[in-house]
């Protein structure tokens, strides 16, 4: 059974890189079909999704964000990682990894990473 | 972009009610349309998948059903459990995705 779990610093500077980590157990992060995503969450807002990369490097935005993000695979390490550059208190949140899987003729984010919270501030 | 809309954007029910969601897309996705729970400190939950097929492990209290650009997810019986936020999720293109703003579940 595939797990995620999200890794890095919890507080971050203002205009300084938010950088995450999200280490896949329990199955490989090579595969032909599905995308790694990361969705991020600010409080009391709702779901945002922030980008998806595959295995092969090829990536995909939100376009509000993507001047800003850099998404990366470690296929040695079984890891995806982000990075938010230029960061400012709207980017506090709870930043979420997950698998955008195929299966049935449906994309869907399953499994989910616990989640971390990471806070903009001085 | 396509953009997703909830309504509601919260609901007051009590333990046994049935509960409906709707959610609207800007333009029509098929049936590319997930639904996932979000309930504080834990990770979301995928639901329903496909407008239709329930997530292996999920009760069959819950229901989706859609197409095009209108869509619901249905809780036959409200359990203690699902006091929560649900979101609907287009994935009518795996490279542009876009969720809607979120409907609260809260206790009457």
């Known amino acids: 059974q595939v797990q995620l779990q999200e890794s890095g610093p919890r507080l971050v500077k203002p205009s300084e890189t938010l950088s995450l980590t999200c280490t896949v157990s329990g199955g490989s992060i090579i595969n032909n079909i599905d995308y790694w995503g990361w969705v991020r969450q600010p409080p009391g807002k709702g779901l945002e999704w922030i980008g998806s990369?595959?295995?092969?490097?090829?990536?995909y935005f939100a376009p509000s964000l993507r001047s800003r993000v850099t998404l990366s695979v470690d296929t040695s390490k079984n890891h995806f990682s982000l990075k938010l550059t230029s960061v400012t208190a709207a980017d506090t949140a709870d930043y979420y990894c997950?698998?955008?899987?195929?299966?049935?003729?449906?994309?869907?984010?399953?499994?989910w990473g616990q989640g971390t919270r990471v806070t903009v501030s001085s | 972009d396509i953009q997703m809309t909830q309504s509601p954007s919260s609901l007051s029910a009590s333990v046994g009610d049935r509960v409906t969601i709707t959610c609207r897309a800007s333009q029509s996705i098929n049936i590319y349309l997930n639904w996932y729970q979000v309930t504080p400190g834990k990770a979301p939950k995928l639901l329903i998948y496909g407008a239709t097929s329930l997530q292996s492990g999920v009760p069959s209290r819950f229901s989706g059903s859609g197409t095009g650009t209108h869509f619901t997810l249905t809780i036959s019986s409200l359990q203690p459990e699902d006091f929560a936020t649900y979101y609907c999720q287009n994935s009518h293109s795996p490279l542009a995705l876009s969720f809607g703003g979120g409907t609260k579940v809260e206790i009457k």
């Open positions: 997950a698998c955008y899987h195929y299966s049935s003729g449906s994309y869907y984010f399953d499994p």
């Open positions: 990369v595959h295995h092969t490097g090829g990536t």
